[in-house]
């Protein structure tokens, strides 16, 4: 029974005249892949099969940066983790210039901690967070950035070997595990 309610349910979602966008949503309707119109919450019409409808939430949104190892200038090993807060400010911009948002953010983050890090002796959190906050409020995809805040640091010694899970004893027989 729950395959022919899918099914009802898909053909039913197709064959829909209209589309509801609500408070905290932006949305795009795109007809025959060349006329884009941005929807505002509300209730907008939309012909099937002709009319493709994106809608995306415009919400305070988080991007927690994975731990990275980082060198400074003058050879401390510096492990960071960062939170990104941002929000979408043009819906057609960023579907035009961004694929995955969050992944973006991502790489862009770490890539200008990696290069201020490793071009400055050590720093404390606050600066960091100040001067990355500066380089990606500088973007133009559509996205607003909120905050950007170190929620990890730590100037450490890093045994790279143990950390990738690469590391085997130098003692240790293979052919006697199996």
């Known amino acids: 029974m729950t395959p022919i309610k899918e099914l009802l349910e898909y053909l039913l979602k197709i064959f829909r005249w209209w589309v509801s966008v609500l ?15 941005l929807l505002v919450p509300g209730f907008h019409f939309r012909f099937p099969f002709i009319d493709t409808v994106y809608i995306q939430t415009v919400r305070l949104r988080t ?31 960023l ?3 961004v694929h995955q948002p969050e992944a973006t953010i991502c790489n862009i983050c ?13 720093c404390s959190p606050r600066i960091l967070q100040e001067e990355l906050l500066k380089k990606v409020v500088g973007l133009d995809y559509g996205i607003k950035f909120e905050y950007l805040k170190v929620t990890g640091y730590a100037i450490v010694k890093t045994f790279r070997l143990i950390q990738d899970n690469n590391w085997t004893p130098d003692n240790l027989n293979i052919n006697e595990i199996k």
């Open 110 to 122: 770490s890539g200008e901690a990696s290069d201020y890090v490793s071009q400055n002796n050590t």
């Open 63 to 93: 991007v927690t940066i994975p731990p990275q190892t980082i060198t400074t200038k003058d050879g401390q090993t510096l492990t960071i983790t960062l939170v990104v807060g941002y929000s979408i400010e043009d819906i057609e911009k």
């Open 95 to 97: 579907f035009n210039s």
């Open 23 to 37: 408070p905290w949503e932006r949305g795009l309707r795109i007809r025959l892949g060349k006329n884009v119109k």
